[in-house]
């Protein structure tokens, strides 16, 4: 664990309106755990990041001359260029710390955690990239998200299986496992809502993150 265990990070996960500290999501004592309810997950200060250009505009004049002097690293830069060669759409999300938010989420079926031959397609140029010396300062957060259906406890367990699957496919020989970290929230962070049967779709998700260090 090169930078997580001494981060407390604070970011978005967006589309539900939800505002996540990674104060909690991302301390060492709370990696491997998820928050019970949503009023764990709150965090009033921080906005949504839509776009890079957005987040990094967020906060005073110092913290946007930190953002931007990170983002100008080998390790950003090479990343930047690696999503969007490959069309992977991303965000910078703001904080004091550079985390990377990866758009595409992967999708699961109804209480599955099989990864689709689609999502393996562009998961496996992820993976290439983190056998590459490119990647070595990286650290990577597997999230694992679930629908409202079914217990708590069975959520919590699926969304964790979900992570997991995800983590499989990254993880090769020439990429370190404790760079690679996996968490599962159950349906406590819905992305979207669970009212409606695309909305439960939606919520059946893991999310990447990338975080660089400082």
Sequence with gaps: M???TCLLLTLFLSGCGTLVS???LF???LLNTAPKTDRDVRYPDWGRASDASEATSVGNSSSRTTMQRRMQTQSYLQLEEFLTANGIDYEVLP??????????????ETGSSRVSVSSKMWLGKIRRYLETDASRDLEVVIDGHTDDMGSTRLNEQ?????AESVKALLVSGRVYLDSVYTRGYGAVVPACTNKTRQGKACNRRVELFFILPS
């Design 2 to 4: 090169k930078y997580i």
């Design 22 to 24: 990674t104060e909690r």
């Design 27 to 29: 301390d060492d004592n």
């Design 95 to 108: 904080g004091k710390y550079l985390i990377i938010r990866v758009k595409r989420t992967i999708k699961f």
């Design 158 to 162: 699926l969304s964790k299986k979900r």
